[in-house]
Structure formats: structure tokens, C-alpha cells
């Protein structure tokens, strides 16, 4: 009778590795449940601290400055150090970030915790989604993609309710939520603790600091439109973080923060839903539908301030909300196919880059344009961006090789 004993140990290990999925999604979650934090306070430190739109605009695009320069300079550090490690240091990060939340009164100690805030996500961003990965069931095949792609649009969503609700209902609203966050945090660390490393440390840590975006081969050709796909609909989330508060006070007429978070979350909380839709069919068929469906949502936002209407807005947003769901955990896919474990934390590095950099120059030029238009004009140029997002992707989405073609693409 065959020695049954390596395949019963590699079942083990594979059973030990899968129990770090749970501790790792929570503690990707709980990353942008801190990034969400601020969003509901917005409006307050306008009031307050006579913050503009376009200081506001200024913290989204130094939290983007911040992941982006953690992505590329940190963004391979867990296949050197461990995914455990890294994700320790990013939830210290994140830590501090919200420490320094505590006491904000001047636009100066706003934008140095969203910039601390950004270095903490991208770390998280390749190292905790890595790990994520790392520890996914093989089945269903598509649970690792949508639960690398949708833990970020749940933390965000999760984020920003608590944040609104604490804040308008819960007493020191400037100060409980990032109380209550800290703790979530270090609630992540614990678990984080005491689950298996998925990734052993490997030589090379310093040689991995020094700037590089990697791709393999075989999913260059899908990069053009995933990168369209990831800037226009993480670009309008940033949209939704820095003008929306702004743009449902003034436009839409309402100033609670509850409404806020509850606005900001139906652009968000539907990508949960939509995302596993995606797994029904094959990724350039899944994006082309995300963005159509992304894309109608758009216009169907600046249709909805140009008639002042909130019901219609908070419509429109689950609508793109959806789309977005489906057309990013696609092209995440994609990106994934075929991938081997040390391919990851760059796949997502690269991911991520494209996010928040797209992000970041967007809500810049969209910041500095506001001194200048008025937020419905900020916000149909944000339509016509996805509109022509959306005809790229349907014209040029792509899917992965096959097997046959990545040995194609290797002899060439």
C-alpha cells in the first residue's frame, strides 16, 4: 500500500495555511475601514476649521502619495520579510495615522495622517492581500480574486458608516471613531499574531526597497484596459471622498453625516455584490459588462445633480457601485491567472500603483480646477471620463493566455 504519509501532511499544511484567510480579510478590511474614518468628518473640519474643497482634495492626493510611494518601494517587502511582518507594520502605520486624527485643527496635521494613512494601506495593499491570497481555499476559484478586490470597498463602506454614525449620534465625534478604529486595528495585529506565515523570509529585503513595477509576461497584454478599469473607478472614489461631502451639503441639501456615509457607501457597499457576479464569466466579458454598468451609473450621477435630486444620486451610485465591483475583481483576475505565489505581492503592487496614482493626478488637477469650476462641473468631467473608460474597455478587454499561448509568449 503507497506511503500515505507526504500527501496527508501536505493536506495538513494546506488546512494550517487556509486558517491565516480569516485574520488576513480582517485585517485588509480593517486598513480601509481606517481610511474611511475621516470622510464623514470632512464637512465638520470645513465648518469648523474653514478647511476648503480644495484642501480637502490636497488629503485625498497626499493619501494617494502615500500608497503610491509605499507600493513602490515596499510593495515586494513581504515576499523578503514574510507577509506576517509586513502586515504588522502596516497596521502600526495605520496606527499612528489615526493617533494623529485625534487632534486636527489645521489642514498641515490632516494631510501628514492621510499621508502616514496611505503608507500603511499600500503596504497592506500588496503585503495583506498577498497574504490573502496566499491563504484562499482553491475552491471556488474565483473567491481569492473577489476577496483581494472587494475587502478594500467593504472596509471603506464599513468605515464610513461607523464614522457617520459616531459622529453625528456618539458624543466627541472628532475624536470616538478613531478610537474605535485603533482598537479594530489592533484587534487585526492579534489575529494576525497568532495565524501561520504563508511566505517564508527570503534574502534580498534591501534589494527589494529600490523601485520597480513588475508584471509577468503573460498578463502584460491585459494591462491597458485593467489600468483603465482601476483608475477611472478608484479615481472616482476618490471623487466620492473629495468632493462628495461637499457636493451633498451644498448641492444636495443635506448636512448629516449619517447621509453622508450612507452616500459615500452606495458607491462602495455594492461592489461586494457585483464583484462575484464577475465569476460567471470570462474576465473580458465580466469587464466589459462591469464597465457598462459602471459607466451608466456615472451619467447617471451627473444627471442627478443636475436635477438636485438625492434619490436619484444615491441610485446612480449602487449602479456604478455594482459595475465597478464587477469590472475590477475581472481584471484582477486576469492579472492573477496562472500566477505563482512570489508573482503576487508585485501583481498587487502594480494593482495598487495603478489605483491610487491614477487617483492621485486626477484628484489633483480636479482639486487645483475647483478654485476655478463649480462641483457639477467637477463632477461631469468625472462622467466623461468613465464614459470614455468604458468604450475603451469595451473595444480593447482581452483574457488571460491559455496555456499553449504563455508558451507562445515565452519563446518569443
Request: aromatic fraction near 8%; charged fraction near 10%.
Amino acid at each position: 500500500m503507497p506511503n500515505q504519509a507526504p500527501t496527508r501532511t501536505r493536506a495538513i499544511r494546506r488546512a494550517t495555511l487556509r486558517s491565516a484567510f480569516v485574520p488576513a480579510a480582517t485585517a485588509l478590511v480593517a486598513a480601509f475601514v481606517a481610511t474611511a474614518a475621516p470622510i464623514p468628518l470632512f464637512n465638520t473640519y470645513r465648518a469648523e476649521d474653514n478647511f476648503s474643497n480644495a484642501d480637502i482634495a490636497i488629503t485625498v492626493v497626499a493619501y494617494s502619495v502615500g500608497t503610491v510611494a509605499a507600493l513602490l518601494v515596499l510593495g515586494r517587502l513581504s515576499n523578503h520579510l514574510g507577509r506576517r511582518r509586513t502586515a504588522f507594520m502596516a497596521l502600526a502605520l495605520l496606527l499612528v495615522g489615526c493617533l494623529l486624527l485625534l487632534d486636527v485643527h489645521h489642514i498641515g496635521a490632516l494631510v501628514i495622517a492621510r499621508l502616514l494613512t496611505g503608507l500603511g494601506v499600500g503596504l497592506a495593499s500588496s503585503g495583506l492581500t498577498s497574504y490573502l491570497v496566499d491563504a484562499a481555499p482553491g475552491k471556488p476559484a474565483w473567491l481569492a480574486s473577489v476577496a483581494a478586490s472587494q475587502a478594500p470597498m467593504l472596509g471603506l463602506t464599513l468605515g464610513a458608516i461607523g464614522s457617520g454614525a459616531l459622529v453625528q449620534f456618539g458624543p466627541s465625534p472628532r475624536e470616538l471613531i478613531y478610537l474605535a478604529v485603533g482598537a479594530l486595528l489592533l484587534l487585526s495585529a492579534l489575529l494576525i499574531l497568532i495565524s501561520p506565515e504563508t511566505a517564508q523570509a527570503t534574502p534580498g529585503a534591501w534589494r527589494a526597497l529600490l523601485p520597480r513595477v513588475h508584471l509577468p509576461v503573460r498578463a502584460r497584454h491585459l494591462l491597458p484596459v485593467a489600468a483603465a478599469v482601476f483608475v477611472v473607478t478608484w479615481s472616482t472614489g476618490a471623487f466620492y471622498q473629495a468632493f462628495v461631502p461637499a457636493l451633498i451639503d451644498d448641492q444636495l441639501h443635506n448636512h448629516s453625516t449619517l447621509v453622508l456615509a450612507l452616500v459615500f457607501s452606495a458607491y462602495m457597499a455594492p461592489s461586494v455584490l457585483g464583484a462575484p457576479l464577475s465569476g460567471r464569466f470570462s474576465p473580458a466579458t465580466a469587464q466589459r459588462i462591469g464597465m457598462i454598468v459602471f459607466g451608466t451609473g456615472m451619467v447617471g450621477i451627473v444627471a442627478s445633480i443636475a436635477a438636485d435630486t438625492l434619490a436619484l444620486f444615491i441610485a446612480a451610485s449602487v449602479i456604478g457601485g455594482v459595475g465597478q465591483g464587477i469590472a475590477i475583481s475581472s481584471a484582477i483576475r486576469g492579472l492573477l491567472h496562472g500566477s505563482v505565489p512570489a508573482d503576487r505581492a508585485p501583481i498587487f503592487a502594480t494593482v495598487y500603483l495603478l489605483d491610487y496614482g491614477g487617483a492621485a493626478i486626477i484628484s489633483l488637477v480636479a482639486g487645483q480646477l475647483s478654485n476655478t469650476f463649480s462641483l457639477p462641473q467637477i463632477a461631469f468631467a468625472y462622467g466623461g471620463l468613465a464614459v470614455i473608460a468604458t468604450v475603451f474597455t469595451v473595444l480593447a478587454a482581452k483574457n488571460p493566455h491559455t496555456v499553449a499561448d504563455a508558451k507562445t509568449v515565452t519563446r518569443v
